[in-house]
């Protein structure tokens, strides 16, 4: 299995960590990339051949997600992009799913890449199967790759402390909404791209954890949860993106054919 060692991203982790803790809330697009992210001039590889679309979630933006990630796909040799979008991920669901699709194509014209990977967190993983299911993201996108994504919403009425006229973005993402109900219409996958869900039985916010997961074969999904593979691990919602082992995990989906390999075992923390 082709991946880095678990001391390089944990030093990578290590290094950058602080600045996240540093930053304060998001209260508007950062204007700025996350380190490693957004080289327009970056090719693509043979060995890398799809370039990796950072999304970040509710109430975020792209430097305070993916600030410890961003670098370390860059330094796996990825053609890194990411993107703020829809007022910090308030706005409906759908209407940033349609700001996702004119970004894809901009990272693919730039790269020359026939399909990108997403890599999302939270509403950032589950958004983009919008795009990918109702707006031609099925034909764009190789792997998309949710860490503790809210496919199936979360029945926690204090996941989101904020009303719909707020954030749209919140009541859309509760189990029982109308834009739930349309997304998983009809199957929770469609074909074409591969699916990777990454959770952990300690998230608050989108709950049951297990609501994170997708139904669909094994050849194009696969939801794996942080604590089967490491059961000392206490990581929750909002910090998953910056786990070593989700890191590993994220790796381990992209350098494979395929969703990541449903036993695969990564370097754990503790």
Known sequence: MRRRSFSLFLA??????????????????SEVSPPGANDWSCKPTKDRPEPVILVHGTFENMVKNWTVLSPQLADAGYCVFALDYGDNATAPVADSAAELQPFVDRVLKATGARKADIVGHSQGGMMPRYYVKFLGGDKRVDDLIGIVPSNHGTTNPLAFPTGATVCPACADQMADSAFMAELNSGGDTVPGPHYTVITTKYDE????????????????????TLQDTCPLNTIEHDQAPNHPEVAQWVLEALERRGPADPGFQPDCVV
Do not use: Q
Not at 12 to 29: D, F, K, R, W
Not at 205 to 224: I, K
């Open 205 to 224: 916010v989108v709950t049951p954890y297990t609501s994170a997961f997708l139904d669909g074969p094994r050849n194009r999904v696969t939801n794996a």
């Open 12 to 29: 990578s982790a290590v290094a950058t960590l602080t600045a996240v803790i540093a930053l304060p809330p998001a209260a508007g697009a």
